[in-house]
């Protein structure tokens, strides 16, 4: 009787088949304290995987891996996963591939990584046509990496907040359309932040607040695609570096108090030229921005007190560069420009001084440089 009761039941599931939802893989695991450690394996779904780890207590790991072919059915596409470690040892490790060709669908893969406290760790790897990660970690020694490569647009986010923290970012994808997007936001302690983005166009923000930091940023375009950096650096150390290469190109840094120091690399495939800005608030200073390229550049560099010093090279296109130093101390500007026409101002107040502008331009050069009190000298060859 049982045996005829299931037969029908499940003639009746095939019959109505399209109506089924969630057809892939899913798991769900939740384990509370002492030894923990979870780990699910999910391969060969047609339609993608779901899986949930939820940990509290004391040693804490949870390993995860999913793939499919990417074919969507309805709204269900790719992979997903969850993970939620509080207190203790943690790690946790999040695999994602999916086959399919769903373009740049967003979300064809998406991993979530939460870690409250405890020795930390994170790693993420994503591949296929489209991921979204978000790492969050609150206290103690805290370390992230994210590495996402496929077809589609790819973003993650990693928000970390206070202890030793960390966080290594490696985006790429093979489209010329898609886009890569990072958001890494470290709050306190020792801070780092590396991003390395290869694809058309490249988004970046780091925000870091208190103490070690260093933010170390590469974008790469091999298109004609945009690159766009934002560093924001506050208290203590101090350290941007951006590289960036591509067609268009844009970064802001801005860094406020103690030993500062900011360099900027941009280099230019087009017309379309590049854009840089650094602005540095108290104590050692110091800026470096060296632009490549054939179309419209520009860079403006402003520090105010303690050491100074800030050097600009320019080359090809209408060019532009402004130093100013405001107010007091060391000092001492550097710019040279190359290109059809150039444009300099220089303004330094207070102190040590020293300017030199070289403009070599067979068009229009333009240089006007204000220095007061003390020191002075300024050079310029046009």
Known sequence: MIRVL?????AIALMASPAFADPGNSSDIYQENTGNLAYVDQVSSLWGSSSSISQTGVNNLANDYQSDDGSPVGDVAGNASNIEQSGDDNIADVTQDNSGSLGSDYEANSSSISQLGGSSDAAVHQGGAGSVSYVTQAGFVQSAVVDQNGPGDNASVIDQDGSANGAYLLQSNTSDAAVLSSD??????ELVAEVTQFGEDGWSSV???????IANLYQDSYGGGSLISSIIQSDVYNFASVNQSGAQGESAIDQSGEYQLANVLQISTGSAGMLSTISQSGSLNMADVLQVGDGHMESLIEQAESYNVATVTQDGGELLSEVHQLSGEGNSATVTQMGPQASS????????HVAEVTQTSGVAAVSSITQLGLGNVAIVNQ
């Open 6 to 10: 299931l037969a029908g039941v499940s």
């Open 184 to 189: 890494i936001l470290q709050s306190g302690d």
């Open 207 to 213: 925000v870091q607040v208190g103490v070690g930091q």
């Open 345 to 352: 101002y220089i303004s330094q107040d207070g102190y040590g």
